[in-house]
């Protein structure tokens, strides 16, 4: 029997699934070392999300009632849209983020030089970053949350296949014991249904495999705005 032949289901070793954030009874939010993507329009408070998850990580802050933080850590954010100065430092400040245990991978440097513009840069930092917590705390600590925020400004998804792709990113994820968090907008698109999975910007692949989809709803305020 080779690695490509079927396989018995009752051969097959069962996993429990872990998680980074989970309710108190025992339902999952975030999983712990796989991708997952959180997803809203324009006005959906994403960035609102992914500070408040950075800051559940590194801070010991509540992710919401009845909701438990099961493994903090370090935390990574991939920066393509925001000043970091102006901008992203000051919000996850905000949101209370301890931010010695953060650090944020500019798209660009100052000088407009590319610092980390594709999916294996993103993959070569974190796999560097994840060596240097370890190495600073005598593998007391671990890099366990990545934000890559946009996904789509890494690569050029409507060429990519995301099934080459998103597997790099899981076995890493099961390697370092981290969860890597891919930020999408929503848009709607003409020819396609007005469903999750065709508003995703690119490929509806993406939505395929990763196993868990955060989709944040508008508010009847963002709602009413957009109506012609």
């Given amino acids: 029997m080779t690695d490509k032949s079927p396989l018995l289901a009752s051969d097959i070793a069962q996993l429990p699934q872990r998680w980074l954030i989970k309710h108190d009874?025992?339902?999952g939010i975030l999983p712990l070392g796989a991708p997952v993507l959180l997803t809203g329009r324009t006005g959906a408070s994403?960035?609102?999300h992914r500070d408040h998850m950075i800051a559940c990580i590194t801070a010991a802050?509540?992710?919401a009632?009845?909701?438990e933080v099961v493994h903090r850590g370090h935390a990574m954010l991939f920066n393509s849209e925001q000043s970091i100065e102006r901008t992203a430092v000051p919000r996850v400040e905000a949101a209370s983020a301890d931010l010695t245990r953060l650090v944020i991978v500019p798209f660009f440097d100052k000088q407009g030089n590319?610092?980390?513009?594709?999916y294996d840069d993103v993959l070569r930092e974190v796999r560097e970053h994840c060596q240097r917590v370890k190495d600073a705390t005598n593998g007391k600590e671990r890099v366990r949350l990545v934000m890559?925020?946009?996904?789509?400004?890494y690569g050029d998804v409507g060429a990519v296949n995301p099934r080459r792709v998103v597997p790099k990113f899981r076995t890493l994820a099961e390697q370092e014991d981290l969860t890597f968090v891919f930020v999408v907008h929503l848009r709607e698109k003409s020819g396609v249904a007005n469903t999750f999975a065709g508003m995703v910007s690119g490929k509806s692949g993406w939505t395929q495999?990763?196993?868990t989809h955060l989709w944040l709803r508008e508010g009847p305020q963002e709602?009413?705005?957009r109506r012609p």
Avoid: M
């Fill in 223 to 225: 709602q009413e705005a």
């Fill in 114 to 118: 590319s610092v980390c513009t594709t």
């Fill in 61 to 63: 802050q509540d992710f």
């Fill in 209 to 211: 495999v990763c196993p």
């Fill in 25 to 27: 009874d025992g339902r």
């Fill in 46 to 48: 994403k960035s609102l």
């Fill in 65 to 67: 009632d009845d909701c």
């Fill in 148 to 153: 890559v925020d946009v996904l789509t400004d």
